[in-house]
């Protein structure tokens, strides 16, 4: 539990930090979501916020598995590849519409793609919990949900 704490207060000062240097990159090389009649804001907003979020993530999570291999659980090693081009396959589609501004049947295809291939390494969703009821079975729903699951995140 102390690990998941430290690692938990390495990535909010890591996110302090990088947050501000990607927000700063986005607003030099114009990456920004620019206002016009459809929008509420009055000034660019800049993007690639999800790519501060990614190298936080994945850094606190080779960092700590460098220092401390034994807290990570088996199925998380052996399937550590899987998650990461997989989430690697989501920036990049994030980073495409960033700059691109992408059609959004393409975007979702892609996103649709990925919780495919998650569901088939074992990431699915085929259960939930009901706290004081029992356990809710998707039975052949859980590929849908899954796969709706990972194109909504």
């Not at 990614?54 to 399937?79: D, G, K, N, R």
């Amino acid at each position: 539990m102390a690990i998941a704490i430290i690692a938990g207060i390495f990535s909010f000062i890591l996110s302090l930090f990088l947050t501000p240097v990607v927000r700063h990159l986005a607003l030099q090389l114009h990456i920004v979501d620019v206002p016009n009649s459809r929008k509420i804001h009055n000034k660019p907003i800049p993007y690639l916020g999800g790519l501060a979020f990614y190298f936080v993530f994945f850094s606190t999570m080779l960092l700590f598995f460098f220092l401390i291999p034994e807290a990570f659980s088996t199925t998380l090693i052996e399937h550590f590849n899987v998650i990461f081009i997989c989430s690697t396959l989501i920036v990049f589609i994030g980073l495409l519409d960033d700059v691109f501004n992408v059609r959004a049947i393409f975007k979702l295809l892609l996103q649709i793609m990925v919780g495919i291939i998650m569901f088939y390494q074992g990431f699915a969703i085929e259960s939930v919990t009901i706290p004081f009821d029992g356990t809710l079975e998707f039975g052949h729903w859980g590929i849908l949900l899954t796969i709706v699951w990972y194109a909504a995140i």
